[in-house]
């Protein structure tokens, strides 16, 4: 029997997660979330706070109903909000504050249904009124909703960016902040010689990773924090120079396991020295060479 076939063995004999709630507090009803606390209906976050009905987001604090937003407090309703406050029904802004259903601003305040403004205040549809004029007008609108024909007008005028990148060097792909050197990234933060990652933060060194964090070194892992040196990894934090694991924390040189806690040397969840274990590693590889699988991922198991 070959080793995904073992490794297949094992995964039906081992308990799974119902859900994937990692370090975080008062979150039960979450999914796919990383050090987060009083979480409601929040899923694929990390290191939020007061929370709710919130998808794919970083660093935000008192939030409702957001997605794809980052180091954001008190917004609602809103897509790619990157540091912003008290934004409300707005997309693709960054640095903002008190700005409602806004598209693609920079460094703004109390802006309502602007388009592609850098560094404004007091605006109402693109027009600049004085601080007085905004705020009288400004409740009433609240009220009103924004003018679809208006705003939707301004977005067919308004030239944009055919991607949004913030602080980054020699990098190619979407939504990327602070990152250098990297190669079809999207949606990542702080990243350094990547390539092919996607929802991915504080990385160095890795390719075709998904859902990644604070890890260096890596290849092909999904949902995974604080790897150094592992390769096809599913659901596993604090892991240095491992394989083909699924939800194990803590571990080091273990090779085709799954539930494993600060365990060292093992393959298929059973013990060796570690003179045993890298004989056994190299014999298992070889044997993948010859069976033409070395170098599959996961996939073959799931």
């Known amino acids: 029997m070959g080793f995904?076939?073992?490794?297949?063995?094992?995964?039906?004999?081992?308990?799974?997660?119902?859900?994937?709630?990692?370090?975080?507090?008062?979150?039960?009803?979450?999914?796919?979330?990383?050090?987060?606390?009083?979480?409601?209906?929040?899923?694929?976050?990390?290191?939020?706070?007061?929370?709710?009905?919130?998808?794919?987001?970083?660093?935000?604090?008192?939030?409702?109903?957001?997605?794809?937003?980052?180091?954001?407090?008190?917004?609602?309703?809103?897509?790619d909000l990157e540091g912003c406050y008290g934004c409300v029904g707005s997309q693709d802004c960054e640095n903002c504050?008190?700005?409602?259903?806004?598209?693609d601003l920079r460094g703004c305040k109390d802006c309502f249904g602007c388009v592609g403004l850098r560094r404004k205040k007091f605006c109402i549809y693109n027009e600049q009124f004085s601080e007085d004029e905004y705020k009288e007008r400004i409740a009433d609108l609240k009220k009103e909703g924004v003018n679809r024909g208006w705003f939707d007008g301004l977005l067919c005028e308004i030239p944009r960016a055919a991607w949004v990148t913030s602080n980054q060097e020699n990098c190619f792909g979407n939504y990327i902040v602070g990152s250098k050197d990297s190669y079809y990234v999207f949606k990542v933060h702080d990243l350094e010689d990547c390539f092919y990652m996607y929802d991915s933060?504080?990385?160095?060194?890795?390719?075709?990773?998904?859902?990644?964090?604070?890890?260096?070194?890596?290849?092909?892992?999904?949902?995974?924090?604080?790897?150094?040196?592992?390769?096809f990894m599913y659901w596993c934090a604090t892991c240095t120079d491992c394989e083909y694991?699924?939800?194990?924390?803590?571990?080091?040189?273990?090779?085709?396991?799954?539930?494993?806690?600060?365990?060292?040397y093992c393959i298929l969840n059973e013990q060796y020295s570690k003179e045993e274990y890298f004989e056994k590693v190299a014999e298992i590889k070889e044997q993948m060479k010859k069976d033409g699988v070395f170098g599959e991922g996961l996939d073959l198991v799931f």
């Open 201 to 231: 933060h504080k990385n160095k060194d890795c390719m075709d990773c998904c859902a990644f964090n604070n890890s260096e070194l890596s290849y092909e892992c999904i949902e995974n924090s604080v790897l150094y040196n592992c390769n």
């Open 97 to 103: 504050t008190d700005c409602f259903c806004c598209y």
């Open 245 to 264: 694991l699924l939800y194990c924390f803590d571990c080091e040189n273990c090779f085709g396991c799954m539930n494993l806690k600060y365990k060292k």
């Open 4 to 79: 995904f076939e073992d490794l297949k063995k094992l995964k039906k004999k081992q308990p799974h997660l119902s859900v994937h709630v990692w370090k975080s507090d008062n979150s039960d009803y979450c999914d796919q979330i990383d050090g987060c606390k009083n979480g409601y209906l929040c899923f694929n976050n990390r290191l939020t706070e007061d929370c709710m009905y919130s998808f794919d987001s970083r660093w935000d604090k008192d939030c409702v109903d957001i997605s794809y937003c980052n180091k954001c407090e008190l917004c609602y309703d809103s897509l």
